[in-house]
């Protein structure tokens, strides 16, 4: 029994949700802060007080590291050239959760639900619903009760392959106690997340194309260029030096205020696997080994990490590399992204503001009028 349940502050919480989803009598729910991030809020006239929610958060209670400070670091990506061109990097991902699924098990990772665009978090065991965790979200997912469905999966004695971000990996690892065998965790190199509000609110002043469905990839080339798809189910380029969330993002002034102070961004990292872009491949790898449509770097961060690669090295292409290469793109292996002082007004001035002011503002170059010229002379519309 704990007397004084403490759960974190609107300053720290990462919006796991794993303290809520652990909770013998689901006493916890979770409200939209000011800023639309998930934070939880407690009955205390039904709480029993026996403290679960504050042993599982990852922020109250860091799970103790166990995984290596030197990494095993590969560059890699899927032979099958179509699960390339479908995901976000190399397809790697695709390839671990086809080896999991084929031994009975489940793969839970963040699908986007078509028409709200939120991203949640979901657990499939077909081979056919892989495509539905494919591509990155570039927001935060709602992982409502994805914990206890991996944790009744383990327990019936289901290989499960779970991927997230490092703080919903880290309240994994918490939740699930001692369990752990036939758990398989994979990590996303995490830039940090901005809310779905904020996403919302940019797609409803971006265009009147009414989006049906992001995705956070241009198929054609490895960068990130983005589509929408309008409700016409026509497809719609959005090139990231001029479209203002992708800069926002890139430019790290739209994270939840805790991803700035991230204690999972740092070697040791939380996964048996870390996956990435492997960003500045040009400069360290022979040309010839380099994928056009997208290339994964691979951290093994434990001997489970190194099982679950020999499970798919005869379906992907994979090659040693040096840590020092991969983390010069990507810092946060190694560190949080760094808080930039337009983080203090971008959102109360989102919900005031229009985007070409918010562009203004924030000096990005941009104007709605230019944008829809963009639209009309330079984006690709292809009906499918």
Request: include cysteine; charge should be positive; hydrophobic fraction near 30%.
């Amino acid at each position: 029994m704990t007397d004084n349940i403490q759960l974190c502050t609107t300053e720290k919480c990462t919006g796991c949700k794993a303290c809520g989803d652990i909770c013998p009598i689901k006493c916890i729910t979770f409200k939209e802060d000011s800023e639309g991030f998930y934070t939880p809020d407690i009955n205390r006239d039904v709480c029993i007080k026996c403290g679960r929610c504050m042993k599982t958060c990852p922020v109250i209670t860091p799970p103790t590291d166990t995984n290596t400070h030197n990494p095993k670091t590969y560059h890699a990506y899927s032979l099958n050239q179509q699960t390339v061109k479908s995901s976000s990097s190399g397809g790697i991902f695709v390839e671990l959760a086809k080896s999991i699924i084929s031994q009975g098990g489940i793969v839970c990772g963040v699908t986007q639900i078509k028409g709200s665009l939120k991203s949640v978090n979901i657990a499939i065991d077909k081979f056919d619903d892989i495509q539905l965790l494919q591509g990155s979200k570039y927001v935060q997912s709602d992982a409502s009760n994805i914990y206890s469905t991996a944790i009744k999966a383990l327990t019936n004695g289901q290989k499960v392959l779970f991927s997230g971000t490092p703080c919903q990996i880290a309240g994994m690892k918490n939740a699930v106690g001692k369990n752990k065998e036939n758990l398989f965790l994979v990590e996303v190199i995490c830039h940090g997340v901005p809310s779905y509000r904020f996403f919302k609110r940019y797609l409803n002043q971006v265009s009147n194309l009414s989006p049906s469905y992001f995705e956070f990839k241009n198929n054609a080339i490895w960068d990130y260029d983005t589509i929408m798809y309008d409700n016409r189910n026509r497809k719609h380029i959005l090139i990231a030096k001029k479209d203002f969330y992708m800069k926002t993002f890139l430019n790290e002034e739209i994270f939840q205020n805790a991803c700035y102070s991230c204690p999972f961004a740092k070697l040791p990292r939380q996964a048996d696997i870390t996956l990435g872009d492997y960003w500045g491949i040009e400069n360290y790898e022979p040309h010839n080994s380099i994928n056009k449509s997208g290339n994964s770097v691979i951290l093994i961060n434990n001997e489970k990490g190194m099982s679950l690669l020999n499970a798919i090295e005869s379906a992907c292409y994979i090659s040693e590399v040096e840590l020092k290469n991969v983390v010069k793109r990507n810092h946060n292996i190694y560190e949080p992204s760094k808080y930039k002082p337009q983080r203090a007004t971008i959102y109360s001035d989102m919900d005031r503001l229009s985007l070409s002011d918010m562009a203004k503002k924030y000096n990005h170059r941009f104007t709605i009028r230019n944008y829809l010229g963009f639209l009309k002379r330079r984006i690709k519309e292809i009906f499918i």
